[in-house]
């Protein structure tokens, strides 16, 4: 799944369909065939001079710092491990939390609680879901798989609180026992395009036949695995959770398999090149679900739930002002948090930065929001020393 995947996969996770990811002129590496990078030039651009407010202009230079990759150029282990990632298979330790509910009205009580549809949820299945407040605000994502006698719900793991205490707070009559699975397995994720062969060496080859977040549940070596197939939206991806007994012969054999081990500092500027939102950077609390472009997170077939008065008010009225998208960036790189400005106004927010490996030299760019109707894909704003180009996702050509 998205392992917002890195997982932490929209969804969006996402994991993820919404992301729209058109394909102008791309580049390849003569090597290796391995990342194709949307042409920040394929377009006339428009540049957009603003009119700086003072107290913005004081924010944005209180907030740029220049990143010390940008300086040096991106690591030769971060070039190798993202390039796994993009054409081979990349293994890597995810930190993730699940919460199991029994009881007879599991099913029931669990899909008045989410976005997506638990009702109709076969067995061996799963969703990527929002938790939403009553105002229609987003208050976690989760993923939720039907593991027959049990519903699983995977999130990460600084949303176990808030996940838990809402659970608990909308138990009432319900037949519904909540129990929190922490320690009880860890979660090993595999990504990139040759993640099946990597799986098939360790004698997991069935998982080949999964569909995106199917889950299965296998033994190796007399130890059982719980096979998971994500919804990362541009390259396959796995997770297996696993006992922790047996956990490093498991690592060797993936590794042997032809996988290489991935640092988190490499994830982050994966996920931020695969346009995956991250709950708690870039999906706030004080987000509402349309506005985060997580259109795989919401049914509007499957009944009420909380929050679901302001999310279909939303989609009847197309209300929505902000929509999530990407940035290029050039010039001076700014903080997470940096403020877009055009004729006097903030017009952009961005959420995450990132500089990525291209077969042309690096790249730097940006997740975030911005005010829809400026949101063209090609227009550009400059804001101090700051020029940013509003950019379709993913940055990485499916």
């Known amino acids: 799944m998205r392992n917002h995947l890195t997982d932490h996969h929209c969804p969006v996770g996402v994991s993820s369909a919404v992301l729209l990811g058109l394909r102008p002129n791309s580049y390849r590496s003569s090597a290796e065939g391995w990342a194709k990078f949307i042409h920040p030039c394929g377009a006339e651009f428009l540049r957009c001079r603003a ?12 907030s740029m710092q220049v990143m010390e990759h940008e300086k040096t150029g991106i690591s030769a282990a971060i070039r190798q491990e993202f390039q796994a990632l993009v054409s081979g298979c990349g293994v890597y330790r995810l930190d993730r939390a699940h919460i199991a509910l029994t009881g007879g009205d599991r099913v ?10 638990i009702r109709d949820l076969q067995a061996g299945d799963g969703v990527y879901a929002l938790l939403l ?4 605000k987003i208050q976690a994502d989760l993923y939720a798989f039907n593991r027959g006698e049990s519903l699983v719900v995977e999130t990460d793991p600084a949303q176990t609180e808030i996940v838990l205490q809402i ?3 909308y138990i009432i009559m319900d037949e519904v026992e909540v129990e929190n699975l922490a320690g009880k397995f860890a979660v090993i994720a595999l990504a990139g395009p040759r993640s ?10 069935s998982a080949n036949q999964l569909k995106t977040l199917q889950i299965s549940h296998l033994e190796l070596s007399g ?10 939206p541009v390259v396959p991806n796995y997770e297996l959770w696993v006992e922790t007994i047996g956990l490093q012969k498991l690592w060797d054999s993936l590794l042997h398999g032809g996988a290489q081990e991935i640092q988190a500092n490499t994830l982050e500027v994966f996920r931020i090149a695969s346009g995956i939102p991250k709950f708690g950077v870039d999906i706030r609390q004080k987000d509402l679900p349309q506005e985060t472009g997580q259109d795989r997170a919401l049914n509007f077939n499957k009944g009420c739930y909380i929050g679901q008065e302001i999310v279909e008010r939303i989609r009847s009225r197309g209300a929505v002002h902000r929509m999530f998208t990407g940035f290029e960036v050039e010039g001076a790189i700014p903080s997470p948090g940096f403020r877009v400005q055009f004729e006097g106004r903030d017009v952009a927010e961005l959420t995450s930065i990132a500089t ?3 077969t042309r030299g690096n790249r730097t760019v940006a997740l975030g929001y911005g005010r829809k109707e400026l949101m063209a894909p090609g227009k550009e704003y400059v804001t101090d020393e700051t020029n940013v180009r509003v950019s379709h996702l993913p940055f990485i050509e499916r």
């Open 223 to 232: 130890r059982k695995i719980t096979v998971v197939r994500g919804d990362h």
């Open 196 to 205: 099946a062969e990597a799986l098939s060496v360790a004698g997991l080859s």
């Open 133 to 136: 407040n009553p105002q229609g």
């Open 356 to 358: 990525i490996p291209s």
């Open 167 to 169: 659970f608990d707070r």
């Open 51 to 62: 009119r700086l407010r003072p107290g913005s202009l004081r924010y944005n230079q209180s």
């Open 108 to 117: 029931r009580w669990l899909n008045g609680m989410v976005t997506n549809n």
